[in-house]
């Protein structure tokens, strides 16, 4: 498997992913909103582009679709609930459907609520699996619910199926955010030394067009929204509200976390 995380440069600083087949050259485009650069690169590897996947409805994500199918004539799969949303869509996905790319790649779609409630992430089967994971999770953070989500849903989709992933595996997120959730990692727990040296690296000269790729068990350690039981942020937590509980559950660090870094 070949994948080419494509930096945008734009005000919303998303990354397009192409997944494409070594034996076939077949390659699918996973929300091409810069769909020349995504039909550019494409062109350079010699790649055909037969598939669009979109995470979810946002039109930052969405954008590229009617250029990339009048382009290529590509089939576009999306969330089978998100037809309302998205227009044109071929194959509306479910939990545990696979995407097959040419004859050498497999992807398992999960479903994953929280950012939208019609979102989904895929899954590479494989020796080395890679979650391409739209605005579920970022790297060191988790997606925002303001636009058609809902809190309790992503805490679910964290600990129910995240969690539950193989520490290699390796994130490709819709967005970079990495800076500005570094910081706030830091923020909730000002003891986090792994965090502090990742900043320090990328304050010190990063490139989004070079990304920083984590995987589950560097976010166990950078992630704020992966260390629920630690004690330093519960503390933290306690000490800011009153109506903070004394022993509070996952569900209760997890939310009071979103709820502030949506003002972060």
Known sequence: MIVRQIWTANKWRNYNYLIVCRATGEALAIDPLDHEKCLREAAEGGWKITQILNTHHHGDHI??????????GARLLAHHQAGD????IDRGLQA?????????VQLKILDTPGHTMSH???LSLGDAPHLFCGDTLFNAGAGNCHNGGHPDALYRTFVEQLHKLPEETRIYPGHDYLENNLRFTLDR???????RALLDEVVAGYDPAEPFISDIG?????NTFFRLNNEEIVQKLRAESADFPAHPTDRDVFLRLR???NSW
Do not use: F, H, Q, Y
């Open 63 to 72: 954008g590229g679709n009617e250029a990339m199918i009048a382009a290529t």
């Open 259 to 261: 709820e502030l870094r």
């Open 218 to 222: 560097t976010e166990r350690s950078i």
């Open 189 to 195: 727990e000002p003891g986090n030394a792994e965090a």
């Open 120 to 122: 989904v992430c895929a």
């Open 96 to 104: 545990d459907d696979i995407v097959s790319v040419g004859t050498t």
């Open 85 to 88: 949303k998205i227009s044109g």
